[in-house]
């Protein structure tokens, strides 16, 4: 069920801090939160942390099930808990009806039997349920239930899996799983320095590619394998991960989330930290969602809207293993770029310019380099190689004293935040000394060296020792991945350098709107344009002047009040497209007209069998550019907003952009840069430039009433949305609402 955990618990928790005014410590072991802060509708506006250093680094386990009889499943799985309690100087407890030791540790019969307390409880068992039941009178603080056949399996396994969680929630503890394994409880390095790499997945063996970054020098600090999250979730441990001092980076491998909301909460509190966080998000395609549904029995969520929110929030989203592996190693470990230049160097032209053209067409910035920068570098480089960027030195001075000059001078122009090298294949001993130089120089400097090592074979000593051997520089494999985690490097740093969270833009309180809006709803039912219409004024969005009518004669006169030419329409519940049947009529200038005008309409609605609640006469709106602003409800973020363009180019392009709110005044501007046809907006064709100004505060009143009528709007549909000349505002020409 989604959210259900999180969901009780948020309830519970808003209510005692509003309650008491205070900073709680909620019943459930380890969680804070922000005393008093929630939102307009009452959601909590800071991520719960749990404190989760007992679950990683105990001072007692007990292992429910211990085992040392050989050929046995637990047995394996026992033998690796006493390792890795030898490892963190933990006590070790085995649990076992009818033992008296396993691996010559005492055991103890029963959880009632256990004597001292116990900050995580392994359980080896079928059945959870009975044993976390049990847990609960001996305030264990957390639990691992490696169990499998919950949610993944299906309804039965779903309703099984809510009664685990059920029991979670009223033991007081925290729960790890079901259907997990022992990743958690893996042998780290300890020999190696430096920031690292937190690792969170929901299937263990997609976590291995980022686990062996040990063997190439990167450090990992935690690896947490959720599974199923009947309890403990991606966001807990994302929230965890982002206040620790050792982690650079945190890498996520998700297939679904339990809850959006608490997801972007996390992402939040990683954001004003400034941790880097590199997801991997499944369910791209439907094949995909339905695959990874199986596999954890968790919503995937609508992936353009996951992928809106994940931007939103700074997560850097990657397709493949690779991709996690080798970002998240880059932006754990790099410092912040002093200049967003990138210098690609190189012994070969063709190889310069391969690569210029991939990093260009990503989004990178290959600065062209000054005229007395590339003076300096033709000392060293023959005059007739390109030095503007790409540097091509040609290959032979790469062997001696002037490959570090160079190196160094390209490093020293301030505009060269980045400095790349690709190196296609071996060809010692001048890429031996090639190697060297760049990482003495990488040595020397602030500023982020990267190697692309394109041998097949890497089994080079240059590779090997040389390039892995050093931690300022970064080195890859493949052109894409190189280019694709540099841009999120550098996005990464631009993005939380002026990062406003968007939660501390959220309303704490309604707005006068809200109360004559409410008074407009009809739940579970669809309202006219008319009536979607008055819920757009009452949040400050302008509409033509118009009048609903209900004879010809009464046409007539709001014709004269409104002012000729006019647009008719029949307007009725049940009309969501007019156009398509005849019921509007456009640019009428004369009595006779309209009165024709509300025969024909009226005729057309008869002969349907569509009920009206009138004839709206309207203002006819002068030319501009056609929008669509919108709301609709993901199952997983709850209220999203759209804008793109509108009018029948919204079914035809599809050029629209996502938020989830809330959001301020600069990501509502975000959203139309990423239109394909923002150009409309500035004028094209001698058409004037549009009022964005107007058009954004549309799309901000219009997140407003999606936040405030939350539990009353399923659907909102301003179709066109006439935005005029710059100066003349937007006006909402139709809408649709469908109240939930």
């Given at each position: 069920?989604?959210?259900?955990?999180?969901?009780?618990?948020?309830?519970?928790?808003?209510?005692?801090?509003?309650?008491?005014?205070?900073?709680?410590?909620?019943?459930?072991?380890?969680?804070?939160?922000?005393?008093?802060?929630?939102?307009?509708?009452?959601?909590?506006?800071?991520?719960?942390?749990?404190?989760?250093?007992?679950?990683?680094?105990?001072?007692?386990?007990?292992?429910?099930?211990?085992?040392?009889?050989?050929?046995?499943?637990?047995?394996?799985?026992?033998?690796?808990?006493?390792?890795?309690?030898?490892?963190?100087?933990?006590?070790?407890?085995?649990?076992?009806?009818?033992?008296?030791?396993?691996?010559?540790?005492?055991?103890?019969?029963?959880?009632?039997?256990?004597?001292?307390?116990?900050?995580?409880a392994v359980l080896l068992v079928a059945d959870p349920?009975?044993?976390?039941?049990?847990?609960?009178?001996?305030?264990?603080?957390?639990?691992?239930?490696?169990?499998?056949?919950?949610?993944?399996?299906?309804?039965?396994?779903?309703?099984?899996?809510?009664?685990?969680?059920?029991?979670?929630?009223?033991?007081?503890?925290?729960?790890?799983?079901?259907?997990?394994?022992?990743?958690?409880?893996?042998?780290?390095?300890?020999?190696?320095?430096?920031?690292?790499?937190?690792?969170?997945?929901?299937?263990?063996?997609?976590?291995?590619?980022?686990?062996?970054?040990?063997?190439?020098?990167?450090?990992?600090?935690?690896?947490?394998?959720?599974?199923?999250?009947?309890?403990?979730?991606?966001?807990?441990?994302?929230?965890?991960?982002?206040?620790?001092?050792?982690?650079?980076?945190?890498?996520?491998?998700?297939?679904?989330?339990?809850?959006?909301?608490?997801?972007?909460?996390?992402?939040?509190?990683?954001?004003?930290?400034?941790?880097?966080?590199?997801?991997?998000?499944?369910?791209?395609?439907?094949?995909?969602?339905?695959?990874?549904?199986?596999?954890?029995?968790?919503?995937?969520?609508?992936?353009?809207?996951?992928?809106?929110?994940?931007?939103?929030?700074?997560?850097?989203?990657?397709?493949?293993?690779?991709?996690?592996?080798?970002?998240?190693?880059?932006?754990?470990?790099?410092?912040?770029?002093?200049?967003?230049?990138?210098?690609?160097?190189s012994i070969s032209g063709g190889t310069g310019a391969?690569?210029?053209?991939?990093?260009?067409?990503?989004?990178?910035?290959?600065?062209?380099?000054?005229?007395?920068?590339?003076?300096?570098?033709?000392?060293?480089?023959?005059?007739?190689?390109?030095?503007?960027?790409?540097?091509?030195?040609?290959?032979?001075?790469?062997?001696?004293?002037?490959?570090?000059?160079?190196?160094?001078?390209?490093?020293?122009?301030?505009?060269?935040?980045?400095?790349?090298?690709?190196?296609?294949?071996?060809?010692?001993?001048?890429?031996?000394?090639?190697?060297?130089?760049?990482?003495?120089?990488?040595?020397?400097?602030?500023?982020?060296?990267?190697?692309?090592?394109?041998?097949?074979?890497?089994?080079?000593?240059?590779?090997?020792?040389?390039?892995?051997?050093?931690?300022?520089?970064?080195?890859?494999?493949?052109?894409?991945?190189?280019?694709?985690?540099?841009?999120?490097?550098?996005?990464?740093?631009?993005?939380?350098?002026?990062?406003?969270?968007?939660?501390?833009?959220?309303?704490?309180?309604?707005?006068?709107?809200?109360?004559?809006?409410?008074?407009?709803?009809?739940?579970?039912?669809?309202?006219?344009?008319?009536?979607?219409?008055?819920?757009?004024?009452?949040?400050?969005?302008?509409?033509?002047?118009?009048?609903?009518?209900?004879?010809?004669a009464a046409a007539v006169r709001a014709a004269g009040?409104?002012?000729?030419?006019?647009?008719?329409?029949?307007?009725?519940?049940?009309?969501?497209?007019?156009?398509?049947?005849?019921?509007?009529?456009?640019?009428?200038?004369?009595?006779?007209?309209?009165?024709?005008?509300?025969?024909?309409?009226?005729?057309?609605?008869?002969?349907?069998?569509?009920?009206?609640?009138?004839?709206?006469?309207?203002?006819?709106?002068?030319?501009?550019?056609?929008?669509?602003?919108?709301?609709?409800?993901?199952?997983?973020?709850?209220?999203?907003?759209?804008?793109?363009?509108?009018?029948?180019?919204?079914?035809?392009?599809?050029?629209?952009?996502?938020?989830?709110?809330?959001?301020?005044?600069?990501?509502?501007?975000?959203?139309?840069?990423?239109?394909?046809?923002?150009?409309?907006?500035?004028?094209?064709?001698?058409?004037?430039?549009?009022?964005?100004?107007?058009?954004?505060?549309?799309?901000?009143?219009?997140?407003?009433?999606?936040?405030?009528?939350?539990?009353?709007?399923?659907?909102?549909?301003?179709?066109?949305?006439?935005?005029?000349?710059?100066?003349?505002?937007?006006?909402?020409?139709?809408?649709?609402?469908?109240?939930?």
């Amino acid at each position: 069920m989604l959210g259900s955990t999180h969901g009780t618990f948020t309830t519970d928790l808003r209510a005692r801090v509003v309650a008491c005014g205070e900073t709680p410590r909620d019943a459930v072991h380890g969680v804070t939160a922000v005393a008093g802060d929630v939102d307009v509708s009452g959601r909590p506006l800071h991520a719960p942390v749990p404190d989760l250093d007992r679950f990683f680094r105990p001072e007692s386990v007990a292992v429910i099930g211990a085992s040392d009889t050989e050929g046995r499943p637990n047995t394996g799985i026992t033998r690796q808990l006493l390792a890795w309690a030898e490892r963190v100087g933990a006590r070790l407890v085995p649990v076992h009806p009818t033992r008296t030791s396993v691996f010559g540790v005492d055991c103890v019969p029963s959880v009632g039997a256990l004597t001292e307390p116990v900050d995580l409880a392994v359980l080896l068992v079928a059945d959870p349920l009975p044993v976390i039941e049990e847990l609960a009178e001996t305030k264990v603080r957390f639990a691992v239930a490696f169990a499998s056949g919950f949610a993944e399996t299906g309804e039965t396994g779903a309703a099984a899996q809510e009664r685990l969680a059920a029991a979670v929630r009223r033991s007081g503890l925290r729960l790890l799983g079901p259907n997990t394994n022992l990743n958690a409880f893996e042998r780290f390095r300890d020999d190696l320095e430096g920031p690292a790499v937190a690792l969170i997945t929901q299937s263990g063996h997609q976590g291995r590619p980022v686990f062996t970054l040990q063997e190439l020098g990167v450090r990992l600090s935690h690896w947490a394998p959720t599974g199923n999250e009947a309890d403990l979730e991606t966001a807990d441990f994302l929230s965890y991960f982002a206040g620790r001092p050792e982690v650079g980076a945190i890498a996520c491998y998700v297939e679904g989330l339990k809850d959006g909301r608490s997801f972007l909460l996390a992402a939040d509190r990683a954001a004003r930290h400034g941790v880097p966080v590199v997801a991997v998000k499944v369910g791209r395609t439907e094949t995909g969602a339905r695959t990874a549904a199986s596999h954890t029995g968790k919503l995937t969520g609508a992936d353009r809207v996951v992928d809106a929110a994940m931007r939103q929030y700074g997560v850097i989203r990657v397709d493949g293993l690779d991709q996690l592996q080798d970002t998240s190693a880059l932006l754990a470990r790099a410092r912040r770029p002093q200049a967003d230049g990138v210098v690609v160097y190189s012994i070969s032209g063709g190889t310069g310019a391969h690569f210029a053209d991939l990093a260009t067409a990503a989004g990178l910035e290959l600065p062209t380099l000054h005229q007395a920068k590339q003076d300096e570098l033709h000392q060293w480089i023959p005059e007739y190689l390109n030095v503007a960027n790409p540097v091509d030195n040609g290959g032979h001075p790469v062997g001696d004293w002037r490959g570090r000059k160079i190196i160094d001078a390209i490093l020293a122009d301030p505009s060269v935040g980045v400095l790349i090298c690709p190196i296609t294949g071996p060809f010692p001993p001048m890429s031996d000394k090639l190697a060297q130089d760049l990482v003495d120089a990488a040595e020397a400097t602030d500023k982020l060296v990267c190697v692309v090592w394109g041998s097949p074979v890497g089994t080079e000593a240059a590779y090997r020792e040389t390039l892995l051997g050093s931690s300022r520089v970064a080195t890859f494999r493949t052109f894409s991945n190189c280019i694709g985690a540099v841009k999120a490097y550098l996005d990464h740093h631009r993005f939380t350098s002026s990062y406003r969270s968007p939660f501390d833009e959220a309303p704490r309180t309604p707005s006068p709107s809200l109360r004559k809006a409410q008074a407009l709803v009809r739940p579970g039912r669809r309202l006219s344009e008319h009536a979607a219409k008055q819920l757009l004024r009452a949040y400050g969005i302008r509409v033509p002047r118009e009048q609903l009518v209900t004879s010809a004669a009464a046409a007539v006169r709001a014709a004269g009040l409104v002012g000729y030419p006019v647009v008719m329409k029949a307007s009725g519940a049940q009309l969501a497209h007019k156009t398509e049947l005849g019921l509007v009529k456009v640019g009428l200038t004369s009595a006779s007209q309209v009165r024709d005008a509300y025969r024909e309409l009226t005729d057309i609605a008869r002969f349907e069998g569509i009920d009206l609640d009138g004839i709206l006469v309207c203002q006819m709106v002068g030319r501009g550019v056609e929008m669509v602003v919108g709301v609709t409800h993901d199952a997983l973020f709850g209220p999203t907003v759209t804008v793109g363009l509108g009018g029948v180019l919204v079914e035809v392009l599809n050029d629209t952009a996502v938020r989830v709110p809330p959001f301020g005044e600069h990501e509502a501007r975000s959203m139309l840069g990423e239109l394909r046809g923002r150009a409309l907006l500035d004028g094209v064709r001698g058409a004037p430039p549009a009022d964005v100004d107007a058009l954004v505060e549309v799309v901000l009143r219009v997140q407003r009433m999606a936040l405030e009528l939350d539990g009353d709007l399923a659907e909102l549909d301003i179709n066109p949305l006439m935005v005029l000349p710059r100066g003349q505002g937007a006006v909402a020409l139709d809408a649709l609402a469908v109240c939930r």
